[in-house]
Nanobody, 121 residues
Framework: QVHLVESGGGLVQAGGSLRLSCAASGSIYRIYDMGWYRQAPGKQRELVAFITSGGDTNYVDSVKGRVFIYRDNAKNTVYLHMNSLKPEDTAVYYC???????????????WGQGTQVTVSS
């Protein structure tokens, strides 16, 4: 079994910063792409940022220059560092990893449970 556990969400004032973490545990052979998504009330889940196994990154336009994704492969962890937060960044943030489990199991996407980020104006 593979599990993703997120941490780091909370309440912050506009202009503040937060760092989200997502750690994978279990019988893991290899982790490929990692990403962060968010879902605001009444809206569809959207991709915020992703990072490939080679370290290439991509961001949704609304967070470019304010948000940075990076990974620690030794810890099976992906981070999302968010600066200059805005009220419109308020959402539940989810991490996703594409993982090949140990034991010749098929490669698939795994999701974290979500962490709430609330930005007050």
């Amino acid at each position: 079994q593979v599990h993703l556990v997120e941490s780091g969400g909370g309440l912050v004032q506009a202009g503040g910063s937060l760092r989200l973490s997502c750690a994978a545990s279990g019988s893991i052979y290899r982790i490929y792409d990692m990403g962060w998504y968010r879902q605001a009330p009444g809206k569809q889940r959207e991709l915020v940022a992703f990072i490939t196994s080679g370290g290439d990154t991509n961001y949704v336009d609304s967070v470019k220059g304010r948000v940075f994704i990076y990974r620690d492969n030794a810890k099976n962890t992906v981070y999302l560092h968010m600066n200059s937060l805005k009220p419109e960044d308020t959402a539940v943030y989810y991490c996703k990893m594409n993982i090949e489990p140990a034991g010749l199991l098929p490669r698939q996407d795994y999701w974290g449970q979500g962490t709430q980020v609330t930005v007050s104006s």
